[in-house]
């Protein structure tokens, strides 16, 4: 995606190569979260592909998924010829109604270059966005945002 280069930071809640499950709390099998590289490579592509939102708000744009992603335009701005450019991604990574990430693009000039994103992660998965990177789009990918 312009403004998000490839190259997640190191990430605990990454699955293990060896299982594609973890334990839940009452001893059964869930899920594992899925890799953000995953995501955001599948994120890339639509941005690649489509690009724009035909409404306001696409909720899980990629149903089939193991994770869900939602893309906003929160205020109307950037409207073109009956779409709308993605200000806001949400994601939950492993499907369990709490948002993992969100990533906030906004355009800080014209031409290349100019989209940034800010990414917030929850690393707890409990919708508490402590830590936070910034894509400048300068193929630097994500550096961390105090």
Known sequence: MPGCSRGAPPDDRKPSAESSTRASASGGQVPARADIDEVQTRVDKWFVEVGWLDERTQA???KDAPYRVDMFNDDGQGRVAETYWVQRIWIDLDRDGKWDEKWTRKL????PGSIET?????PADDER?????VDRDDGKGWQPNP
Request: charged share 35%; proline share 0%; hydrophobic share 45%.
């Open 60 to 62: 899980d744009v990629f």
């Open 108 to 111: 800080t000039r014209k031409g």
């Open 118 to 122: 800010l990414r917030e992660v929850a």
């Open 129 to 133: 966005f402590t830590m936070r990177f």
